[in-house]
């Protein structure tokens, strides 16, 4: 009987949460036969997942075989091991766990293949470090375009996604250049015709982590995966030593429900809860991250009381982001990491002075962010541009082109300046150190190599930059007035620390010991990936791999 009285509802396996992984592990227990609970505190499945990129980073994956992309486990355990290393602080980015995440990663991509999911691997996205074993035509898969009408009347219980089109991510990497490139404007063509026919037979496609969730949800349901809206877990049931179950609080009363094969946490890291980031991550602000509002960590908490071990608490998937005008009532943060690396652009600080190589990846630009705070207190960043920039490209996800929205003004988030040293007076930058970085960046600009941060050195850099502007992808002069900028912040797209657990994705103790029963993965736990991000899908890919692992797990125990 549980505490009001009723008997305990029984399932062999629960899921705390509904990303991915969720739906992965409990695909692998319905295929053996077993009854899985996924309960999710919100009225929306998907997680923050739903809203992102979708994007998985997949070692030697079927999609860059079929491609004749040459890749192997060797390959990227080298590099794991160039980027990340090993280092006693970061127990989660062990070298067995790294072993068994490039060994199981494909198998699960494959299994989920199997059960007829459908996958591509981004046509070109490479890796984030110029480091051994780095794979430049990259390692990231994503979804297939999916249509979420056949979901029926879970359609509207899908968390919305971010971009409402059907096109492909690459694809829709394309459109800031429809009116300099005659590809683009093919590619546009193609995403209104695919828009166009579904209007006409009633399909919904969408793109990104809306279909990827849309998938992971449409086989659960025809797996008879039972998902359980609105059901807050509240404690986790320890009888004997093992997790035996949680407590869920549901239709305004708390349940138990029992979970005799185990029970897994993919429940979210803590980017939105201010009190544990001032405790972690001193410096950042919940305001600043584009995770979902439930991201609030009191699962990875929750184990803390049952005494399992966190790590890693100071990681984060950071990503720079700007602020306009209505930004705080939007959950997805203006994201500037495609902004604040093309031509015409530079990052400063008030001092007026560059202190990071600007198309770096968003993780690394954003810690150098932080680092930089740290060193500098009060230090605030600054994205100065030039008029050439403004006509040609994206800014804070507006398209290309002078016409900004009216309150961006009416606020000064973009501010103006005829000169350089106008513009510096408007944002408190000193002037003269202002024009002495612009002069030198020119001068690097001019000689096509930046001495200062190598910035445009690496295969990441040039694909992130502008694939039409010669001769450098990244370096280009800022010289044509008016002058503009706009602040930046060190924003995130989740944590990246939290329980402990081991090469089987079990829950661990602080004395390394496993506390039976409970596993772990995506963002509540300390990442395999360390304090970096490799490559595009550094979270999802683990998130839904350690999951995999899981379940196979609890199958192979309860056989044993």
């Known amino acids: 009987m ?3 009285g009723a008997t305990p509802q029984g399932f062999d396996f629960v ?3 509904s990303g991915a992984g969720s739906m992965c592990a409990a695909l692998v227990l319905r295929g053996a036969g077993r009854r899985v609970l996924v309960l999710e505190k919100t009225s929306l499945v998907g997680g923050t997942t739903a809203i992102s990129g979708g994007v998985m980073w997949i070692p030697a994956n079927r999609y860059m ?25 970061m127990p989660g980015a062990s070298r067995e766990r790294r072993l068994a995440y490039v060994e199981q990663a494909p198998q699960m991509l494959d299994f989920l293949a199997g059960q007829g999911l459908k996958f591509r691997r981004m046509p070109s996205w490479p890796d984030y470090y110029d480091a051994p074993g ?36 690459d694809e829709a990497m394309q459109l800031p250049l429809v009116k300099r490139s005659r590809e683009a404007k093919k590619t546009l063509a193609r995403i209104l015709g695919r828009a166009i026919a579904d209007k006409f037979t009633g399909r919904q496609r969408t793109t990104a982590g809306q279909a990827l969730q849309g998938q992971m949800l449409h086989a659960a349901l025809k797996a008879g995966v039972e998902i359980w809206l609105d059901a807050e877990v509240t404690q986790l049931q320890l009888q004997d030593g093992r997790i035996s179950g949680v407590t869920v609080r549901k239709d305004g009363r708390e349940q138990a429900v029992d979970a005799r094969l185990g029970v897994l946490v993919n429940a979210g890291g803590f980017a939105r809860n ?29 184990g803390q009381r049952i005494g399992a071990a966190v790590a890693q608490m100071a990681e ?54 932080i680092e930089h705070a740290r060193q500098s207190p009060g230090a605030t960043s600054w994205m100065v541009f030039d008029s050439q920039y403004l006509r040609k490209y994206m800014l804070a996800g507006t398209m290309p082109g002078g016409k900004k929205p009216k ?20 944002c408190g930058i000193d002037a003269a150190a202002l024009r002495v970085t612009v002069e030198r960046f020119n001068g690097f600009v001019r000689q096509g190599r930046d001495e200062d941060f190598q910035r445009g050195d690496s295969a990441y850099d040039r694909w992130v930059g502008d694939p039409l502007h010669a001769p450098s992808n990244t370096l280009g002069a800022i010289e044509e007035g008016p002058y503009y900028a706009v602040q930046l912040f060190p924003g995130d797209v989740g944590t990246f620390g939290g329980l402990l657990t081991d090469a089987q994705a079990r829950v661990l103790r602080e004395d390394g010991s496993v506390i039976p029963g409970l596993y772990a993965t995506g963002t509540s736990t300390a990442s395999v990936m360390g304090g970096v991000e490799p490559g595009a899908g550094g979270s999802i890919g683990p998130a839904m791999t350690w999951a995999y692992v899981a379940a196979r797990h609890a199958l192979g125990s309860s056989a044993a």
């Open 2 to 4: 549980d505490g009001n």
């Open 15 to 17: 899921i705390v949460g």
């Open 65 to 89: 075989k079929q491609a004749g992309i040459e890749d192997s486990a060797a390959q990227a355990t080298a590099y794991l091991d160039a980027v990340i290393g090993d280092r006693p602080d």
């Open 134 to 169: 780095a794979s430049v035509p990259g390692r990231a898969v994503v979804s297939e375009l999916f249509d979420i009408r056949l979901l029926g009347d879970w359609r509207k219980k899908l968390r919305p996604g971010f971009l409402p089109l059907p096109a492909n991510l």
């Open 274 to 302: 201010q009190r544990m980031l001032d405790r972690y991550i001193p410096g950042t602000s919940a305001s600043w991250s584009s995770a979902i509002e439930a991201d609030t960590g009191e699962m990875i908490e929750e």
């Open 316 to 369: 984060r998937i950071g990503m720079e982001i700007a602020l306009p005008p209505g930004s705080e009532k939007m959950m997805i943060k203006a994201a500037m990491q495609n902004d604040v690396c093309k031509p015409h652009a530079i990052v400063v600080d008030q001092t007026g002075r560059r202190y990071a190589r600007e198309s770096s990846s968003h993780p690394v630009f954003s810690e150098s962010m």
């Open 407 to 426: 309150a961006w003004a009416e606020a000064n988030f973009l501010r103006r300046g005829e000169t350089l040293d106008a513009l510096a007076a408007d």
